[in-house]
């Protein structure tokens, strides 16, 4: 077997290596890392990835803000498959996140040499950044592969000229037509403005830098600018179902406008907002990164300082080699002014790669400039894998014997150069050391990831499956379903255990008389609940009730919901309601809606229960709605009472109290059992 086939064979079996380390890293403790399920993860999945399952199939969905439907149509494969669960909603990103490490080899191997894209693929898939968006359920990691791909047929298309474009090599003579490669680029690049906003802006960077050839090049551009107008026209063509449906719903797309703070401003004049987001967007990189709890460290930088130096070098470099065809050009229109030229020079292919690299990197971090948050490691998602070729592009300028900046013999094989193959495992070893541990224990474990991903409630889930229950009460702010789903997937398919949810700022549920409660706030009821066995899950305590009320003659109304006690304190002016369920409630159908949901559709809760003040007269002086309870959890049989909390203006005397319960979103009261729509309380002296 000749040298260069051992070569070829070895650079299969190590991306095939990579790839399958980047997977391991991508799926291992992936059901605890995230610590929990985020409300935009489930959004994203079991609401408009169902919409697919569901048959209601479109290129733009109006929830949420508005997404793109590429990645849940993907994902709607999984979820039909496997569930709502880790398989179901987190895959996918898996498959998406690990595709884009030997993508980012590829082409790192087409622009420069095969060590540079070993070290950028390598250094991807260690990284922070690549892990926190290849564990989560978010169509943001479909686009960098996407690009990697429209990027890696654009170049093919390029060099199918004849002239070779890979740093090092010299070039052929043989031409052929690069249509097909530019027509997938195309179709890529297309595939992008379906994912995700950033998507747009693969074709800002493709005309940018047609541009820079056309400046400096312009053999090369005549060459080649009719397969680039045809690649251009069928992005465009594939674009228009996107464009006609965002013009026929143009309120879809609020999360942009809602987001581009600091382009707003500027139109007013104001341009220091958009001046601070530029600075903190360009210092993520090494002082002061994305902010969200969600998805970072807060203000974590993408790297160290290690990392820090070899990326800003990677810049350095790049718009070095970027500019220099630029200013010969420029000697040489003046040398042709003076009448002293002897003939344009040539342009290396370094000075392509570099200024298509930087051109990629600064067009995939401008989203950031003009949006909140600055810094965003998910708006700035397009750029993630320019950013660590760039971070690679000082292995291969030591690889390519390149350390005299002037020195123009490119030839020189990376195997020959040591130094530059410990500069690739220095930087590798300190992405690796650092990113590794801060993501798979250090940013799971703080306080407010677990708040935000509902680390506590997996914990509950955990207790459940070890020690089933048959009714528990758990504590919640009932800002929505999520919750309840959240705990409804940790919990195992032979687990019976029937859940009530509750808020405990304003309720309590007598029964069932066990709750998991103190947490995320601690219970306005705590003197009447007594720990058991203490016992915790997550920030939770199971409690049971010991309060024992005296209980009027229940007053059924007609979903099935009565009123058995009333209790009102003039000194807090709190009136406090006693319920029990009757029977199976008799409840609206809650379809499962987005946050925020689309536009024109009503997402809140179907059933209240009203309170008023009256006076002597009857005549109303406050209120205080609400329904502290989620009445789709409850059963017949369970009791709970709830607080109504109201503030009399100075000089107003309360003489009764009305209540009842009606539909918040027609304004229909439900009438009881005999007839009435409320139930009065006398509460003077």
Same mark, same amino acid.
């Given at each position: 077997? /000749?040298?260069?086939r051992i070569t070829h064979h070895v650079s299969r079996f190590t991306i095939l290596?990579?790839?399958?380390?980047?997977?391991?890293?991508?799926?291992?403790?992936?059901?605890?890392?995230?610590?929990?399920?985020?409300?935009?993860?489930?959004?994203?999945?079991?609401?408009?990835?169902?919409?697919?399952?569901?048959?209601?199939?479109?290129?733009?969905?109006?929830?949420?803000?508005?997404?793109?439907?590429?990645?849940?149509? +993907?994902?709607?494969?999984?979820?039909?498959?496997?569930?709502?669960?880790?398989?179901?909603?987190?895959?996918?990103?898996?498959?998406?996140?690990?595709?884009?490490?030997?993508?980012?080899?590829?082409?790192?191997?087409?622009?420069?040499?095969?060590?540079?894209?070993?070290?950028?693929?390598?250094?991807?898939?260690?990284?922070?950044?690549?892990?926190?968006?290849?564990?989560?359920?978010?169509?943001?990691?479909?686009?960098?592969?996407?690009?990697?791909?429209?990027?890696?047929?654009?170049?093919?298309?390029?060099?199918?000229?004849?002239?070779?474009?890979?740093?090092?090599?010299?070039?052929?003579?043989? !031409?052929?037509?690069?249509?097909?490669?530019?027509?997938?680029?195309?179709?890529?690049?297309?595939?992008?403005?379906?994912?995700?906003?950033?998507?747009?802006?693969?074709?800002?960077?493709? +005309?940018?830098?047609?541009?820079?050839?056309?400046?400096?090049?312009?053999?090369?551009?005549?060459?080649?600018?009719?397969?680039?107008?045809?690649?251009?026209?069928?992005?465009?063509?594939?674009?228009? *179902?996107?464009?006609? /449906? +965002?013009?026929?719903? *143009?309120?879809?797309?609020?999360?942009?406008?809602?987001?581009?703070?600091?382009?707003?401003?500027?139109?007013?004049?104001?341009?220091?907002?958009?001046?601070?987001?530029?600075?903190?967007?360009?210092?993520?990189?090494?002082?002061?990164?994305?902010?969200?709890?969600?998805?970072?460290?807060?203000?974590?930088?993408?790297?160290?300082?290690?990392?820090?130096?070899?990326?800003?070098?990677?810049?350095?470099?790049?718009?070095?080699?970027?500019?220099?065809?630029?200013?010969?050009?420029?000697?040489?229109?003046?040398?042709?002014?003076?009448?002293?030229?002897?003939?344009?020079?040539?342009?290396?292919?370094?000075?392509?790669?570099?200024?298509?690299?930087?051109?990629?990197?600064?067009?995939?971090?401008?989203?950031?400039?003009?949006?909140?948050?600055?810094?965003?490691?998910?708006? /700035?998602?397009?750029?993630?894998?320019?950013?660590?070729?760039?971070?690679?592009l000082p292995v291969w300028w030591l690889a390519a014997g390149s350390w005299q900046?002037?020195?123009?013999?490119?030839?020189?094989?990376?195997?020959?150069?040591?130094?530059?193959?410990?500069?690739?495992?220095?930087?590798?070893?300190?992405?690796?050391?650092?990113?590794?541990?801060?993501?798979?224990? &250090?940013?799971?474990?703080?306080?407010?990831?677990?708040?935000?991903?509902?680390?506590?409630?997996?914990?509950v889930a955990d207790y459940l499956n070890a020690h089933p229950m048959a009714d528990?009460?758990?504590?919640?702010?009932?800002?929505?379903?999520?919750?309840?789903?959240?705990?409804?997937?940790?919990?195992?398919?032979?687990?019976?255990?029937?859940?009530?949810?509750?808020?405990?700022?304003?309720?309590?549920?007598?029964?069932?008389?066990?709750?998991?409660?103190?947490?995320?706030?601690?219970?306005?009821?705590?003197?009447?609940?007594?720990?058991?066995?203490?016992?915790?899950?997550?920030?939770?305590?199971?409690?049971?009730?010991?309060?024992?009320?005296?209980?009027?003659? *229940?007053?059924?109304?007609?979903?099935?919901?009565?009123?058995?006690?009333?209790? !009102?304190?003039?000194?807090?002016?709190?009136?406090?309601?006693?319920?029990?369920?009757?029977?199976?409630?008799?409840?609206?159908?809650?379809?499962?809606?987005?946050?925020?949901?689309?536009?024109?559709?009503?997402?809140?809760?179907?059933?209240?229960?009203?309170?008023?003040?009256?006076?002597?007269?009857?005549?109303?002086?406050?209120?205080?709605?609400?329904?502290?309870?989620?009445?789709?959890?409850?059963? *017949?049989?369970?009791?709970?009472?709830?607080?109504?909390?109201?503030?009399?203006?100075?000089?107003?005397?309360?003489?009764?109290?009305?209540?009842?319960?009606?539909?918040?979103?027609?304004?229909?009261?439900?009438? &009881?059992?005999?007839?009435?729509?409320?139930?009065?309380?006398?509460?003077?002296?």
């Open positions: 077997m /000749t040298q260069s290596a990579l790839t399958l380390a980047a997977f391991a890293l991508r799926l291992w403790r992936l059901d605890v890392v995230p610590p929990g399920w985020r409300d935009d993860e489930l959004i994203n999945s079991l609401v408009i990835s169902q919409k697919v399952l569901d048959g209601d199939l479109a290129v733009y969905y109006a929830d949420a803000s508005g997404h793109e439907a590429l990645y849940h149509a +993907l994902n709607a494969i999984f979820l039909g498959l496997f569930g709502p669960g880790v398989p179901g909603i987190r895959w996918l990103s898996v498959i998406l996140g690990t595709t884009a490490v030997p993508l980012t080899y590829w082409l790192g191997r087409k622009l420069f040499d095969e060590r540079t894209g070993w070290v950028a693929a390598a250094a991807l898939a260690l990284s922070f950044w690549s892990l926190m968006y290849s564990r989560i359920g978010l169509r943001h990691i479909l686009l960098p592969m996407l690009a990697l791909a429209a990027f890696i047929f654009f170049w093919r298309g390029l060099a199918a000229s004849g002239w070779s474009l890979t740093a090092g090599k010299q070039p052929t003579a043989n !031409y052929q037509l690069p249509t097909t490669n530019y027509l997938l680029s195309a179709v890529f690049t297309a595939l992008g403005f379906y994912t995700y906003f950033a998507g747009r802006g693969v074709p800002l960077i493709l +005309l940018a830098f047609m541009g820079y050839i056309w400046l400096v090049d312009w053999e090369r551009f005549r060459r080649h600018w009719c397969g680039w107008a045809v690649m251009l026209g069928v992005m465009a063509l594939l674009a228009v *179902p996107l464009l006609v /449906t +965002l013009n026929r719903q *143009p309120e879809s797309e609020a999360r942009v406008s809602e987001l581009a703070v600091p382009l707003v401003e500027a139109r007013t004049g104001n341009f220091e907002p958009l001046l601070t987001h530029v600075r903190d967007t360009l210092s993520m990189f090494h002082s002061t990164g994305d902010g969200e709890w969600l998805y970072n460290i807060p203000d974590r930088p993408v790297f160290g300082p290690i990392g820090a130096v070899f990326f800003w070098s990677g810049v350095g470099l790049a718009f070095w080699y970027a500019l220099k065809p630029v200013v010969s050009g420029v000697r040489y229109h003046v040398s042709r002014f003076t009448h002293h030229a002897s003939g344009h020079p040539a342009v290396e292919p370094i000075s392509l790669a570099a200024a298509f690299l930087l051109l990629w990197w600064l067009a995939g971090i401008s989203p950031a400039f003009i949006s909140v948050p600055p810094a965003s490691l998910g708006h /700035t998602i397009l750029a993630q894998p320019a950013v660590f070729l760039l971070a690679a900046l002037e020195n123009r013999n490119l030839s020189v094989s990376s195997l020959q150069s040591p130094v530059s193959l410990l500069m690739g495992i220095i930087l590798l070893v300190s992405i690796a050391a650092r990113d590794l541990p801060d993501y798979f224990v &250090t940013w799971p474990e703080r306080g407010m990831v677990r708040f935000l991903y509902r680390a506590d409630i997996r914990d528990v009460g758990v504590s919640g702010l009932l800002a929505g379903p999520w919750d309840k789903i959240a705990l409804d997937i940790g919990l195992d398919d032979a687990v019976d255990t029937a859940v009530r949810w509750f808020n405990p700022e304003r309720a309590i549920l007598l029964q069932p008389e066990l709750s998991f409660t103190d947490y995320p706030v601690e219970s306005t009821y705590a003197d009447w609940l007594e720990p058991v066995d203490d016992i915790h899950a997550g920030g939770y305590t199971l409690s049971r009730v010991t309060r024992v009320l005296n209980l009027a003659e *229940p007053v059924c109304f007609a979903n099935g919901l009565c009123w058995v006690t009333a209790v !009102y304190h003039p000194d807090t002016q709190i009136l406090e309601l006693g319920w029990q369920v009757g029977r199976e409630l008799d409840l609206p159908d809650v379809p499962l809606i987005s946050n925020p949901p689309p536009p024109g559709i009503y997402s809140g809760p179907r059933l209240y229960v009203f309170s008023q003040l009256w006076d002597a007269d009857d005549n109303f002086l406050t209120g205080d709605d609400g329904l502290w309870v989620d009445p789709a959890t409850l059963r *017949p049989g369970d009791m709970f009472v709830q607080q109504h909390r109201f503030q009399l203006a100075e000089g107003s005397v309360a003489e009764t109290a009305v209540f009842g319960l009606y539909d918040p979103m027609t304004g229909e009261r439900i009438l &009881t059992e005999d007839g009435r729509d409320y139930l009065r309380l006398e509460i003077g002296d």
